[in-house]
Each structure stands twice: as structure tokens, then as C-alpha cells.
């Protein structure tokens, strides 16, 4: 400290500083304060709501909690128990079952919804009858809210339900299934349902991208004497790139949270059958009283989805969002 | 500092009650001599005739105790008993009365000292309920009252046992598996069970080690957590066994209990079923989910039967109630509220709205619901009340065993699973 001060002291004392810089200091100085202002009750929201909760969860997890439990509890020495619950976490077959679920809807969803809205979205984007009533519709599972459609379609696919009745009515009854009761396809009754709920979604980001894609170029190539096939799959679909990455994008991070859906319509079962990170950790952490556990649980459901999420922007994302994430506003 | 700032803020208050009074429009001052208590009350009523009588209850109460005012609500019982008030009692902001939940729960409850000991405020009342506060009582003293108990047992439609024949309720395991073999045959499906939710799957499991094992093993069980006597297993051979006949109807997996058309009881209230396993609510439950609101006229009412060369008692029962508590740092007006609504006249309404079981002995003369007087009397004949054993064993235990024996109905896992789960669960307490 006193070396600095000596050797600041000459150049001070070399002349009286100029002016303008001083202003320039007292500019920024003011700057800073205002975005001290406008960011503060911002910053201190995200700090209290979302980082200390997170790095409260990484605490809990390294504990044996009881359901109520109170600060006294994190001074136990007995309550420590170190990497045990990630430990038990990893050996229990109904977590690993649980991750699994999560990475088959991920994997279905890609590999189904996106080639499904891909299509429609194609054939919604030429000039045809009817085209706002084909976009209204497929858009309303969407805006419907999740616990609504939830139930609206446990009701249906109860063994006595609307599903089975249709079924039945058609003349079709040898295909009447236990949907949601039967643990053998529960899971895919349940990825139709996220389907039927999110492809509205992926439809119309698609035919925003479309949006995007000068029509010239279509144009062009038919005169060419290029199909509307070769138009769409040489032209059309790679200028669709970004957006279908971005979709991708946000599939894989609802995949992975994936909660209001199964909560509401089988709650994980039968037999842990839907289960997913995220019912599981509110069953054992809320339901079953064991908040140090659920909270190991949460540790792991978020460092998946970080890492999945950073591995996705560093490499697929990377031309998408070039600045737009990792350089800030220019 | 925390001084200065309340100075401050009572500085502000004056200061802008003196600029009201001056402009002309202060409030008469009349009731400056009530202290102002208010008392929120959180309880599990909220459909059925219920949630009218609290609310009477309450208005009664801030009545006769002038400058008390009391806030009651009704919340769903899972969302109560498992999210509201351990949240609310681990931030400190407790409810002053509120449900407390008898067994493993009071105990975690009394020992982070969130409970207010009742014993000296209100003994008259805790006298006045009998056996029934054993549950709500740790080491001699009670942190809670029920103001209702009741038993398990079947809930049956009359009509459709007499299509198949079968003229008095079973009174025996082997009598009940002859009677799921007629309705079946008189195509009906004989036992509707939601094990969607588990816990009402896990009550026929109950009910196995209930009649298995002996009152002192079941004991043994609640306080060391000692589940190595052969009974336990021997609920989950039973219960194979049972399961094995096929009494349940299809997709039980996926049924929820008390919840739409689709449930259990809904099964049971559309004639869908012919019989359920349910507590003493059921009546409530099944009227609400048939068309027209009403207690069905064929519903009946028949307890668990003995099973025939067991060690457990023939005539014990599985129970429970529902009980108020209060918290820690409640004003005394809590305990006063606690016993008005434990009073024989407000026991005496309760029983006469059809709502549940009275408590209070005297007031189980005014129930007029013949399915409740059935269950009363199938109480009143039990030797033993054990209660549910989630709720006995606690959440951690209770939640584990719940999942194994549902394990057990769906063909996954053996009966000794179910013991190991338990085993594993509480060695983690």
C-alpha cells in the first residue's frame, strides 16, 4: 500500500489534473450508480430465489434431514452423511428408472415431435383454405393449462374412460388398454399426451422460422425446375436450422424437467412407471419426509440439465447464438 | 435498533391516525378495551356439511369471547398435512389451531418443540375423549384432542349382495373370498381398491399384519421400529394370496381413491364396484361422487373379518381421527377455542351434520347417519384401535412400506421387500 501511495504521489503532485477526465469520472461514477439502481432489486431477487435455494440444495443434500426440519439440524454432526444420499440416489433402480424416463421422452420427442412439426409446418405455410383454423387448433393444447389437460385426459384414459368408449363404439374393443394404469405402456401414454400438449408449440416456432426464409430462393429454384420437395428439403429445411436447433433446444430442457404433466396424471406410477427426476425428487423429498435426499436428487437433476444445456450452446448453438449468450449486448 | 424501529413505525402510525382524526373521519372508539387476538384456525374440511359447521363454530366463539376474531380455513388433507403446515411450522409462522396428525408426525412435531402442551390449559376435555388421545400423546402429554375417530371396514352395496346371494356380511377371510367368488359370478367386480394413491392399497396390507400379528408385536413395532417377527411377512403371503383370487377391479394400478367418477369410491357410489375398503369418511366420500349427492340407500357397512388361526386379535381394528392442535407460541384464547369445539354441544352438531364419529361419548347419540352408528358400534365392540401404520410408523417408514406393498400388488417384489424397505427406511431416521 505505502509503495503505491509513493509512487502516486509524484505523478499527482507532477501538475493539477485535467479537467475533462475528472467529468468523465464523475459520468461513470453515476453510471455505476444507476445500474446499481436498476439491476439491485433484480440481482438481490435472483440471489435470495434462485442462487442461494440452489446452493441451499447442494447444502441439504449432504445431510440426513427429517421432514421438518429446522437450522439446528444442519449442526448435528450426526446428520452428516457426506455423499450418502448421492451415493444411495445413484443404487436405487426406481432413480435410475426415473433418468431413463427422462431421456426416452427427450429422445422421442426429438425424434418424433420435431419431424411432425417440421411437416405440418410446411404444409400450413402454403396458401391454403382453412389455413388460421388448421393453426388455431393445433395451437389450443398448448395454451390449455397443463394441470387441465392433465386431468381432462386421465378422465379419458381411465379404464372406463372416453378412450375406451370410443374404442368400444368403433367397433374396435379388442384395443382397449389400461393407459395409464398399465405399467407396460403407461409411458408412452404418457409421451402422447406430451405430444398432443407440445407439437402446437414446436409448429408455430417452425412457421415463425418460415418466416424467415426469403421467398425468392423458392422461387428460383422452381424455375429451375425443382420440386416442391427439392425446394423444401435442399432450401426450406436447412435455412430452418436455427430455429430447430433452438426448438431442440428447449425440448431437451422440458424433457428433462419434465413434472406438471406426470404429477397430475399418474403421479410416476403405476409402479414408478412414468416416474421422472423431477416426481420422484418432490416424492421423496416432500412427500416421504426425506428433504436431504430429495435434495441430492435436485443436485443431480440440475447438473444434468447444466450440462446438457452448456454441451448444446458450445456446440450446437454456437453459430445460433454467437454473442447473443456468451459476449452481452454489443 | 429493532426498538427504535418499532418506535418509528408507531411514530407514523399516530401521526397518520391523528391526520384521519382530524379529518373528521376516525373511527368511534368503542371496542378499545378487546385485546385484539386473532386466532387462525387450519383444518381439512372443505366439502360435505363440514366446512358450515366450523364456520359456525367460529362466529359462535368470537361471540362469546369479544375482541377475539378467528380465521378459519379448509384445506385439502394431503396438501395440509404434507406441504402447508410442515412448511408453515418450519418457518416459524405457524397457524394457531391447526390439524395435527396423531403418531409418527406428533412426535417429530413435539420434538422440534412446535407443540403446545395441553394437559394443564384443558384436562377436563382431554378426559372427556377416553382412550381415543393415546395417539396424540408423547410421554404422557397431549399435544392434541381428536374431535373424531373412527375405524376401517367395508363399504358394501346391499343391493348387489343380495343379487349374488349372499345374505350377511362376511365374518370371516375365507367367508369374504367366497363372497368376491359370487359377485364375480353374478357379474359384478367385488372390491374396488385406488392404489393410484397407494396408501389405500397398503391398508389391506394393514389389515393382514393387523390380524397377524399380536398387539405387542405391533407395539414393539411403533416405538423401536422392530419389524423382524415373522407376522409382517406373513401380511404379505396373505395378502398374495388374496390378491391371487382376483378380487379388484381392472387397472387398479392406476385408480385413484377419493377422486371423480374413475376412483374407488366412485366405482363403489356408481354401482361399479361392490364393496371398498375405506375408513369411517367414506360415507361422505361415496354421497359426494354419485349423481345426485347423496348417500346411496344400498350402501352398508361391515368391519374387516377375523382371519381364522392367526396370532392377532380377530376382533382388533384399524383406525384413525382427525385432531386439533396448538402451535408453541398461540395465545391461550387457542386452548379456549379447543374446547368449545371439544364441547358436547358442538361434538353433539358434528355428529348430527353426518360429518364424522364423535369423540365425546354423550355425543354419539345424536349421529343420525346409520352407516357412521354402524361404525361406532363396530368401534365401540373392537378390543384394540390400532392406527393406520403409515401414520403410527411416520412419514419416512410409512412412505416406504406404502410403496413396497403396492410393489406387492402389482406383482413386483416380495412380501419380505416389504419388510426389507421398511427395515431400510428406518434405519435412515
Not at chain 2, 77 to 86: G, M
Not at chain 2, 139 to 154: H, K
Amino acid at each position: 500500500m505505502a509503495t503505491l501511495l509513493e509512487s502516486a504521489g509524484p505523478a499527482v503532485s507532477a501538475g493539477p489534473a485535467p479537467a475533462p477526465p475528472a467529468r468523465r469520472r464523475s459520468a461513470a461514477r453515476r453510471t455505476r450508480a444507476e445500474i446499481a439502481l436498476f439491476v439491485g432489486p433484480a440481482l438481490i431477487l435472483f440471489l435470495g430465489f434462485v442462487i442461494l435455494p440452489v446452493i441451499l440444495a447442494a447444502v441439504y443434500s449432504f445431510y440426513n434431514l427429517p421432514q421438518a426440519f429446522q437450522w439446528d439440524d444442519l449442526a448435528d454432526p450426526a446428520r452428516f452423511v457426506g455423499l450418502e444420499n448421492y451415493r444411495r440416489a445413484l443404487a436405487d433402480p426406481v432413480f435410475m428408472g426415473a433418468v431413463g424416463h427422462n431421456f426416452f421422452i427427450l429422445g422421442m420427442s426429438l425424434l418424433i415431435q420435431g419431424p411432425i412439426a417440421i411437416g405440418v409446418a410446411l404444409l400450413l405455410n402454403r396458401r391454403m383454405r382453412g389455413r388460421t383454423a388448421f393453426r388455431l387448433l393445433i395451437f389450443v393444447p398448448y395454451v390449455l393449462a397443463e394441470v387441465i389437460a392433465g386431468l381432462s385426459w386421465k378422465l379419458l384414459l381411465q379404464p372406463n374412460g372416453g378412450v375406451n368408449a370410443l374404442l368400444e363404439a368403433l367397433g374396435l374393443g379388442a384395443l382397449q388398454q389400461n393407459w395409464l394404469a398399465d405399467p407396460a405402456i403407461a409411458l408412452w401414454t404418457m409421451f402422447f399426451i406430451l405430444t398432443w400438449k407440445y407439437v402446437g408449440f414446436a409448429i408455430l416456432l417452425m412457421l415463425a422460422g418460415l418466416q424467415g426464409v426469403p421467398e425468392e430462393l423458392a422461387e428460383a429454384a422452381s424455375i429451375d425446375g425443382a420440386s416442391w420437395w427439392q425446394v423444401q428439403r435442399y432450401i426450406t429445411i436447412p435455412l430452418l436450422g436455427p430455429t430447430i436447433r433452438i426448438w431442440a433446444f428447449l425440448s431437451i430442457i422440458g424433457s428433462l424437467q419434465l413434472f406438471d404433466m406426470v404429477w397430475v396424471t399418474t403421479r410416476g406410477g403405476p409402479l414408478n412407471a412414468t416416474q421422472t427426476m423431477a416426481t420422484y425428487m418432490v416424492e421423496k423429498g416432500q412427500f416421504g419426509g426425506q428433504p436431504g435426499y430429495g435434495s441430492a436428487i435436485a443436485v443431480i437433476l440440475f447438473l444434468i440439465s447444466l450440462v446438457i444445456a452448456l454441451v448444446y450452446q458450445r456446440f450446437a448453438l454456437r453459430r445460433d447464438l454467437a454473442g447473443a449468450v456468451t459476449r452481452g449486448v454489443r | 435498533m429493532n426498538r427504535r424501529s418499532t418506535r418509528l413505525v408507531a411514530l407514523g402510525l399516530s401521526a397518520g391516525l391523528a391526520a384521519v382524526a382530524l379529518a373528521g373521519c376516525a373511527p368511534s372508539a368503542g371496542d378499545g378495551e378487546g385485546d385484539g387476538v386473532t386466532l387462525t384456525w387450519w383444518h381439512n374440511a372443505t366439502s360435505g356439511p363440514l366446512p358450515a359447521v366450523w364456520e359456525e363454530v367460529a362466529a359462535e366463539f368470537e361471540e362469546a369471547h369479544p375482541g377475539v376474531t378467528v380465521e378459519q380455513t379448509g384445506y385439502q388433507n394431503e396438501e395440509l398435512q404434507r406441504t402447508l403446515i410442515p412448511n408453515a411450522l418450519a418457518s416459524g409462522d405457524a397457524p394457531d389451531l391447526f390439524q395435527v396428525w396423531p403418531g409418527g408426525e406428533l412426535r417429530d412435531q413435539v420434538e422440534n418443540d412446535y407443540l403446545m402442551p395441553l394437559d394443564e390449559a384443558i384436562p377436563d376435555t382431554i378426559e372427556s375423549v377416553g382412550a381415543t388421545i393415546n395417539p396424540w400423546q408423547v410421554d404422557g402429554a397431549t399435544y392434541g384432542v381428536p374431535f373424531t375417530f373412527g375405524i376401517e371396514g367395508f363399504w358394501y352395496n346391499m343391493d348387489q349382495f343380495a343379487q349374488a346371494g349372499i345374505d350377511t356380511p362376511p365374518t370371516t377371510l375365507d367367508e369374504l373370498i367366497e363372497a368376491t367368488g359370487k359377485l364375480r359370478e353374478a357379474g359384478f367386480t367385488p372390491i374396488a381398491v385406488g392404489a393410484g394413491d397407494k396408501w389405500p392399497a397398503a391398508h389391506w396390507w394393514y389389515q393382514f399384519a393387523l390380524h397377524s400379528c399380536s398387539p405387542e408385536t405391533l407395539q414393539a413395532a411403533e416405538t423401536d421400529y422392530d419389524f423382524s417377527d415373522d407376522c409382517w411377512v406373513e401380511a404379505g403371503e396373505q395378502l398374495q394370496e388374496f390378491l391371487g383370487t382376483n378380487p379388484f377391479q381392472e387397472g387398479f394400478l392406476g385408480t385413484p381413491a377419493q377422486q371423480g367418477a374413475g376412483s374407488s369410491a366412485g366405482l363403489v357410489a356408481n354401482g361399479q364396484a361392490s364393496m371398498e375398503l375405506m375408513g369411517h369418511w367414506n360415507a361422505g366420500v361415496i354421497g359426494g361422487l354419485t349423481p345426485d349427492q347423496t348417500v346411496p340407500e344400498y350402501l352398508g357397512w361391515f368391519p374387516f373379518p377375523g382371519i381364522e388361526g392367526s396370532a392377532g386379535d380377530p376382533t382388533a381394528a384399524l383406525g384413525g381421527g382427525d385432531g386439533f392442535g396448538c402451535s408453541k407460541d398461540a395465545p391461550p384464547e387457542c386452548a379456549e377455542l379447543l374446547e368449545y369445539i371439544m364441547s358436547e354441544d358442538v361434538q353433539a352438531k358434528f355428529a348430527a351434520s353426518g360429518s364424522g364419529i364423535p369423540t365425546v361419548p354423550s355425543a354419539t347419540a345424536s349421529l343420525e347417519d346409520p352407516n357412521l352408528k354402524a361404525v361406532a358400534e363396530g368401534l365401540a365392540e373392537a378390543s384394540f384401535v390400532q392406527l393406520w401404520f403409515d401414520t403410527a410408523f411416520g412419514t419416512t417408514v410409512g412412505n416406504a412400506m406404502n410403496e413396497g406393498i403396492v410393489n406387492l400388488f402389482g406383482g413386483v417384489g416380495s412380501p419380505e421387500d416389504v419388510v426389507t424397505m421398511m427395515q431400510d427406511a428406518a434405519a435412515t431416521l
